[in-house]
């Protein structure tokens, strides 16, 4: 039995960035208080989560039931908070204040429109990711998916022009057609064979079911396909697509929230629905560890033929997502540790790569990496975060990614999978293959001829500042990871 502990601060957190969304509008023609309201809810939001870090480190659990059940339904709408659900709400909120930051900067440098309408749904999403986090059943994570998907889709078409509307159709109509035709049956089935249990608390739900192999590979693949914000091919295209998105979205939703809803779905689902002994037995996981295989692989050599940046780093996503579903379809404890690290480790690696994109953008209107050659000279600061941040994705010292890989690598060894933990060490590879190129155009070519500048000239200080702070916060999760050693080894079996 569980030792929980009831508290509404889940819900509080949740709530905090969506009671901003009045605050924002009001103050729509204020730009300073419209964005101090931004800020205001962000720091309200992590000092929830923050207030709820000391019970879960105790190895306590947090819940609360909001609403008993909907619609005749006997499964309630309910928050539950472990270290999984912490992990990815410290990493979330935290960086919702730093790209809060960034988007004045960028915003504001590039006179963007309908600045009041993408702080609001910017703050809506916050909302429904933190929602995810904590869902305490497989109808209240359901939910706040498909929340996330559509308070998204209004900042991928922010724009308005053909490019962001073609973008925003794909996104949406792959979000939510997979998850309806996916998500839902394998949710209905999952409710009839588990006798009406829904709940992520005590054992996996189906861990005492009787299941064939091609059912619990069917059903594994409807949950994996379902929550398509995971990024597995052949359900990948709406990732690319959205790049069209300012900055700012790209960094936060497309780095870190939305696209790591869809691992943290996949993580909750082999975890909390199947349970490890049953996968093991059934050896349906092994199908899926060889789909993430592929998507790994063939993202990275995608990613190298992508010569605008954006696109570049999101090939460079669907792999890294892809990392992360592969080492929790091993059931090796090492490596479904390592994958639950890296949700953090990839997160601030990644965000710090985009805002570099953006400010690069904001500095000098170039977006393909045809164009950076001598950057590291006008821009050092900014360059200098992206080779940071390229580190950290390709797993080098002295940045936290070395750390998630290390894991996972030894979970494919203690699996005995070694073609599959050959596709990790193959990936990094060509992760520096597609990332170290860029770098020596910055720091080791020269400017093109006419482009000669004199001296330093970075995007506005909003715009350094924080591509800096997770620069930083990259390589402290190097030196200093107990945290999240701590939080993420409360989830594994026997804890």
């Known amino acids: ?38 800020f205001l809810a962000g720091f309200a939001k992590f000092g929830f989560v923050l207030a709820m870090l000391p019970v879960i480190l105790s190895g306590k659990v947090i819940e609360y039931t909001f609403v ?70 497989l109808l209240t994570l359901y939910l706040f998916y498909e929340l996330l998907s559509l308070s998204t889709w209004p900042l991928v078409t922010h724009h308005q022009d053909k490019e962001a509307r073609g973008g925003g159709r794909t996104y949406l109509s792959h979000l939510l057609g997979t ?78 929230a939305v696209v790591k809803v869809g691992v943290f779905c996949v993580i909750r689902v082999i975890t909390g629905v199947f349970g490890t002994g049953l996968l093991e037995k059934l050896g349906a996981n092994l199908v899926l560890c060889w789909i993430a295989a592929f998507t790994v692989v063939t993202s990275s050599l995608i990613a190298m033929s992508q010569d605008n940046l954006k696109r570049r780093l999101a090939f460079s996503t669907i792999g890294q997502l892809s990392y992360i579903v592969l080492g929790v379809a091993l059931l090796a404890p090492y490596a479904v540790q390592g994958s639950m690290m890296h949700i953090a480790m990839h997160a601030f690696g990644k965000i710090t790569l985009f805002f570099c994109a953006g400010a690069i953008f904001v500095a000098t209107g170039k977006k393909y990496i045809s164009q950076l050659d001598g950057l590291g000279k006008v821009m050092p600061w900014t360059m200098g975060a992206f080779a940071i941040g390229a580190l950290s994705v390709t797993g080098l010292p002295p940045t936290g990614g070395l750390l998630s890989k290390i894991y ?77 050693f701590d939080l993420t080894s409360l989830m594994l079996p026997g804890k």
């Not at 030792?3 to 509008?25: E, G, K, Q, R, Y």
């Not at 990936?427 to 001829?449: C, D, E, H, W």
């Open 179 to 256: 998850s309806v035709a996916f998500g839902i049956p394998a949710i209905i089935y999952t409710y009839v064979k588990s006798g009406g249990d829904l709940s992520f608390a005590g054992d996996a739900m189906l861990a005492g079911s009787d299941m064939s192999y091609l059912q619990g590979v069917v059903l594994l693949l409807a949950f994996a396909f379902g929550f398509s914000k995971a990024g597995l091919m052949p359900f990948h295209s709406w990732l690319p697509g959205a790049m069209v998105a300012p900055t700012p979205v790209s960094a936060l939703l497309h780095a870190v």
């Open 1 to 38: 039995m569980e030792n929980s502990v009831t508290s509404f601060l889940p819900v509080l957190a949740c709530l905090a960035s969506l009671l901003a969304v009045p605050l924002i509008l009001i103050f729509r023609k204020e730009p300073f208080l419209r964005e101090a309201s931004t």
């Open 408 to 484: 996972m690598i030894r979970g494919a060894a203690d699996a005995q999978q070694f073609a599959l933990l050959a596709v990790y060490l193959v990936s990094s590879v060509l992760n520096g293959v597609y990332f170290f190129p860029i770098i020596y155009r910055a720091f080791f070519k020269s400017q093109p001829t006419g482009e000669l500048s004199v001296g330093v000239k970075e995007a506005p200080f909003a715009c350094v500042l924080p591509l800096t702070l997770t620069a930083i916060g990259s390589v402290l999760l190097f030196f200093f990871p107990g945290l999240l």
């Open 68 to 137: 008993e059940g909907i619609a005749g339904i006997s499964v309630p709408i309910k928050f539950r908070v472990d270290g999984l659900g912490m992990t990815f709400a410290l990493v979330a909120s935290s960086l919702w204040i730093v790209t809060s930051l960034y988007a004045i900067g960028y915003m504001r440098g590039l006179k963007e429109h309908s600045q009041t309408r993408f702080f609001s749904f910017f703050a809506l999403s916050l909302s429904a990711t933190l929602g995810v986090a904590f869902s305490g059943n």
